[in-house]
């Protein structure tokens, strides 16, 4: 397949931009002649997925709609209707499918997300505060001028800085960022590990339609997406949920089981930690390095994704559980990992809130009560197939992987009495442990679903010729 038309695809499907600084702005739009002259406006300044030819910019801008954002600007009632039903219905309307329930349920999400007032969401990346800020004013100028639109709220993400470094962690402690599906079409070197697995063992991209609106996608069929076809032709969905992290909870819990783990061996509340996600918090898999982190692992792109489970169907080296297993299992439930290749979502987001030093207050309970998380955001051609399927069935059950009701242990919204399973073996320093009465590690504060159209498909709603005829 020849490269897509990066130009006409916003940057941010195309690529992680990989800056340190973030501002998610959530929008309302104005009355529709002006939330179309707001677009028209916006239209030159979108970062599209364009190659960087004098190197990354300072910052960079994109957009995406909810259903009623779409309804506010006047699109025709017979393209509003052809959209998927899960992204006319809304995140909060699917919390039943997700379970966001108990704590997670919309009662206690950031005021915010519980009017279904968010039209829009405008999305800044920046390399320092000042491009960030100066970008920012100019968007709010563009709102006021053209009264298009006001701002409801915003998020502001940012790297974390440990010791003095700019990083890739997350408030676990973990670094993230390895996993991400490659793409047929999409400018950017396949790594082995990213796409999908070959019989022969070798990995390629996944088809263009598992992203992008307009392509075939793994079943040779052209996801479902509104009409007319060119406003959705290289567009695709956004899932965007605020995800708040019990770094308190989280270091409690494994100092008290890494205790029980293996006494007497102080590696062992590393190795517990990373029997959790798959990874050790250098980013080394557990799958490849069962023992020990191996920074030439962790730091070589061909070897930091390039692994199957298939192998190890006992979890004796990485858990069947751990959280990367369950959420992308590779070849771990047969096929040639056939069943898992349309269920892939591509990640983006970005930490919030400070980092909490290891070496911080004795009472780990403040810890939970401070703000920090994760922007999570993920890009697919279906919500209803890819992120809620995955959130659904995956993270919240645990069936597929033969766990029964386990949920994912860091992500599940557990009730009482939950468990979590590192299976161990007869070799010296690993062996099986159950963690019981499982706390609740991550607590949803609030989020939504988004369309994000191509620069075609913004020109047309700005210049209001969206016509499903
Ligand atoms: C606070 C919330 C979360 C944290 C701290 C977290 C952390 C991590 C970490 C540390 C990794 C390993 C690094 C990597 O492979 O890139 C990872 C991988 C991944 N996570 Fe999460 N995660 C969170 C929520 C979620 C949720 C809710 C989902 C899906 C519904 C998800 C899906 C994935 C996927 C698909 C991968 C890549 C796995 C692979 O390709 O091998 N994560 N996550």
Same mark, same amino acid.
């Given at each position: 397949?020849?490269?897509?038309?990066?130009?006409?695809?916003?940057?941010?499907?195309? !690529?992680?931009?990989?800056?340190?600084?973030?501002?998610?702005?959530?929008?309302?739009?104005?009355?529709?002649?002006?939330?179309?002259?707001?677009?028209?406006?916006?239209?030159?300044?979108?970062?599209?997925?364009?190659?960087?030819?004098?190197?990354?910019?300072?910052?960079?801008?994109?957009?995406?709609?909810?259903?009623?954002?779409?309804?506010?600007?006047?699109?025709?009632?017979?393209?509003?209707?052809?959209?998927?039903?899960?992204?006319?219905?809304?995140?909060?309307?699917?919390?039943?499918?997700?379970?966001?329930?108990?704590?997670?349920?919309?009662?206690?999400? @950031?005021?915010?997300?519980?009017?279904?007032?968010?039209?829009?969401?405008?999305?800044?990346?920046?390399?320092?505060?000042?491009?960030?800020?100066?970008?920012?004013?100019?968007?709010?100028?563009?709102? %006021? %001028?053209?009264?298009?639109?006001?701002?409801?709220?915003?998020?502001?993400?940012?790297?974390?800085?440990?010791?003095?470094?700019?990083?890739?962690?997350?408030?676990?402690?973990?670094? @993230?960022?390895?996993?991400?599906?490659?793409?047929?079409?999409? %400018? !950017?070197?396949?790594?082995?590990?990213?796409?999908?697995?070959? @019989?022969?063992?070798?990995?390629?991209?996944?088809?263009?339609?598992?992203?992008?609106?307009?392509?075939?996608?793994?079943?040779?069929?052209?996801?479902?997406?509104?009409?007319?076809?060119?406003?959705?032709?290289?567009?695709?969905?956004?899932?965007?949920?605020?995800?708040?992290?019990?770094?308190?909870?989280?270091?409690?819990?494994?100092?008290?089981? #890494?205790?029980?783990?293996?006494?007497?061996?102080?590696?062992?509340?590393?190795?517990?930690?990373?029997?959790?996600?798959?990874?050790?918090?250098?980013?080394?898999?557990?799958?490849?390095?069962?023992? !020990?982190?191996?920074?030439?692992?962790?730091?070589?792109?061909?070897?930091?994704?390039?692994?199957?489970?298939?192998?190890?169907?006992?979890?004796?080296?990485?858990?069947?559980?751990?959280?990367?297993?369950?959420?992308?299992?590779?070849?771990?439930?047969?096929?040639?990992?056939?069943?898992?290749? !349309?269920?892939?979502?591509?990640?983006?987001?970005?930490?919030?809130?400070?980092?909490?030093?290891?070496?911080?207050?004795?009472?780990?309970?403040?810890?939970?009560?401070?703000?920090?998380?994760?922007?999570?955001?993920?890009?697919?051609?279906?919500?209803?197939?890819?992120?809620?399927?995955?959130?659904?069935?995956?993270?919240?059950?645990?069936?597929? #992987?033969?766990?029964?009701?386990?949920?994912?242990?860091?992500?599940?919204?557990? #009730?009482?009495?939950?468990?979590?399973?590192?299976?161990?073996?007869?070799?010296?320093?690993?062996?099986?442990?159950?963690?019981?009465?499982?706390?609740?590690?991550?607590?949803?504060?609030?989020?939504?679903?988004?369309?994000?159209?191509?620069?075609?498909?913004?020109?047309?709603?700005?210049? %209001?010729?969206?016509?499903?005829?």
């Amino acid at each position: 397949m020849s490269k897509l038309n990066a130009t006409d695809i916003q940057g941010f499907v195309l !690529r992680g931009y990989n800056m340190p600084f973030a501002r998610y702005c959530f929008l309302r739009l104005g009355e529709p002649k002006r939330a179309r002259a707001f677009l028209d406006r916006l239209l030159g300044v979108i970062t599209t997925g364009q190659t960087w030819d004098q190197g990354k910019p300072q910052s960079t801008v994109n957009i995406a709609f909810t259903h009623k954002g779409l309804a506010a600007l006047d699109l025709p009632i017979a393209t509003l209707i052809s959209f998927p039903v899960e992204f006319q219905q809304g995140m909060r309307a699917r919390g039943g499918i997700l379970g966001d329930t108990g704590v997670n349920s919309d009662e206690h999400w @950031d005021p915010l997300w519980r009017e279904d007032d968010v039209h829009a969401w405008l999305g800044i990346h920046a390399l320092s505060q000042n491009a960030l800020h100066e970008r920012f004013t100019q968007l709010q100028a563009m709102m %006021e %001028e053209t009264g298009g639109a006001t701002l409801l709220d915003s998020e502001d993400a940012a790297s974390l800085v440990i010791d003095g470094k700019v990083t890739l962690k997350e408030h676990f402690g973990y670094t @993230d960022g390895f996993g991400n599906p490659d793409y047929l079409g999409v %400018e !950017r070197s396949t790594q082995p590990g990213q796409g999908k697995l070959l @019989d022969d063992g070798t990995w390629a991209p996944l088809a263009t339609g598992e992203l992008l609106l307009g392509y075939a996608d793994e079943a040779g069929e052209l996801p479902v997406a509104p009409i007319p076809a060119l406003l959705a032709a290289n567009g695709t969905f956004m899932v965007f949920r605020k995800l708040h992290q019990n770094v308190g909870t989280f270091r409690r819990f494994l100092n008290e089981w #890494a205790a029980r783990y293996g006494a007497g061996n102080a590696m062992a509340r590393e190795k517990l930690a990373s029997k959790f996600i798959g990874r050790w918090r250098d980013g080394t898999p557990v799958e490849l390095s069962p023992d !020990r982190p191996d920074p030439a692992i962790a730091q070589d792109p061909k070897r930091s994704t390039n692994f199957t489970y298939a192998q190890d169907a006992a979890g004796t080296r990485c858990p069947i559980g751990a959280h990367m297993r369950r959420v992308h299992p590779r070849d771990a439930f047969g096929f040639q990992g056939r069943l898992i290749n !349309r269920r892939r979502i591509t990640r983006r987001g970005l930490p919030y809130g400070p980092f909490a030093p290891e070496d911080g207050p004795a009472d780990l309970s403040e810890l939970d009560a401070q703000d920090r998380g994760v922007l999570f955001m993920v890009l697919n051609a279906s919500i209803s197939r890819q992120f809620e399927f995955v959130q659904q069935q995956w993270v919240n059950y645990g069936n597929d #992987a033969h766990l029964g009701n386990d949920k994912d242990m860091l992500m599940g919204s557990h #009730a009482e009495g939950e468990k979590y399973v590192v299976q161990g073996d007869a070799t010296p320093g690993n062996p099986p442990l159950v963690c019981a009465n499982l706390p609740i590690f991550v607590e949803l504060r609030g989020g939504e679903y988004f369309f994000l159209p191509s620069i075609t498909a913004l020109g047309m709603m700005a210049m %209001e010729l969206v016509d499903p005829r």
